[in-house]
C-alpha cells in the first residue's frame, strides 16, 4: 500500500504510510511561524485521528 498525501500548504506536507504506520511530515524551504503552526496543529490531529484507529503509531520529520 502507497503513501497518501494527507495535508500540505506550500511546500509542507504531511503524509501517511501505512505500511510502517506513520505520519511523516516534509518541509521544504522556509516557512513562517503562520505557516508552521496549522501545519503542525493539522499533523498532529492527523496522528490522533489514526492511532485511534491503528493502535501503534510512528511520527518521522523530514
Keep these: 500500500m502507497e503513501s497518501e498525501i494527507l495535508?500540505?500548504?506550500n511546500e509542507?506536507?504531511?503524509?501517511y504510510d501505512p505500511s510502517v504506520p506513520c505520519i511523516i511530515t516534509r518541509?521544504?524551504?522556509f516557512v513562517t511561524d503562520k505557516e508552521f503552526?496549522?501545519?503542525?496543529?493539522?499533523?498532529w490531529e492527523l496522528f490522533i485521528?489514526?492511532?485511534e484507529e491503528k493502535g501503534e503509531m510512528g511520527w518521522i520529520a523530514e
Design 7 to 9: 495535508y500540505s500548504i
Design 12 to 15: 509542507s506536507t504531511t503524509t
Design 27 to 29: 518541509h521544504k524551504g
Design 37 to 43: 503552526r496549522p501545519w503542525m496543529d493539522n499533523a
Design 49 to 51: 485521528e489514526k492511532k
